[in-house]
């Protein structure tokens, strides 16, 4: 993988099961249970994607088969046929660019669990999952502490001679700064990079 930021692109996976808008009901259901997936995107044209059909999409029917009440919309949605019926649209995307930050804030922000990856026209190139985006706590602690020492305390050279000691994702930083106002910039450039759980700061002013 590539030094930090990760983007999506790092990340994603590129082969992805979606549909057509005229897929049935039942064949997006089997499609989400042979696959293990929580929803797939539905596409239309060249691969343009339209809207995304989730787990809680199919959940309508099941939740409005014994009863009248509820949202209008979704007792509608209860009666879907086909994907068209059922997405959720418009589709909840995200650049294959962006980085995992900005992946992980429109997951939380619109409560979905996968983000169609989509290129400058709408076309797909992958799926992004919340799994995914924990990829990067995979790193092992030697090449986080490579990345530390080589692409960020080069950066500063008046602190590049500080000791670098990584266990369980949690960096431990020690030796002396010329200054205190240094502290915030470091921690913060530590912190920036993927697969950190935290930082620990062992250090002293001249």
Same mark, same amino acid.
Not at 173 to 181: A, I, M, Q, V
């Given at each position: 993988m590539a030094d930090s930021p *990760?983007? =999506?692109s790092d990340v994603m996976t590129q082969t992805v099961v979606a549909v057509g808008s005229e897929a049935s *009901?039942?064949?997006v259901a089997e499609l989400l249970d042979q696959w293990k997936v929580s929803a797939v995107p539905v596409l239309a044209g060249e691969g343009r994607v339209v809207g995304v059909v989730s787990e809680a999409d199919l959940l309508a029917k099941e939740e409005f088969r014994d009863t009248d009440e509820g949202d209008p919309a979704e007792r509608?949605? #209860?009666?879907g046929l086909s994907a068209g019926d059922l997405m959720s649209t418009p589709a909840v995307t995200v650049h294959a660019d962006a980085t995992l930050p900005e992946a992980a804030r429109i997951m939380a922000r619109r409560h979905v669990k996968r983000l169609p990856v989509v290129d400058g026209v709408?076309?797909?190139q992958g799926v992004v999952s919340r799994s995914d985006?924990?990829?990067? *706590?995979l790193r092992s602690d030697e090449e986080i502490a490579e990345e530390i020492r080589n692409s960020v305390l080069t950066q500063? !050279? =008046?602190v590049s001679e500080l000791s670098v000691s990584v266990a369980e994702g949690v960096v431990t930083?020690?030796?002396?700064? !010329?200054?205190?106002?240094l502290v915030p910039v470091i921690a913060? #450039?530590?912190r920036a990079v993927e697969g950190v759980v935290d930082i620990r700061l062992d250090l002293t002013h001249r």
């Open positions: *990760f983007t =999506v *009901f039942k064949e509608v949605k #209860a009666g709408g076309l797909l985006l924990l990829k990067v *706590f500063l !050279p =008046v930083l020690g030796g002396s700064l !010329p200054e205190r106002t913060r #450039a530590v």
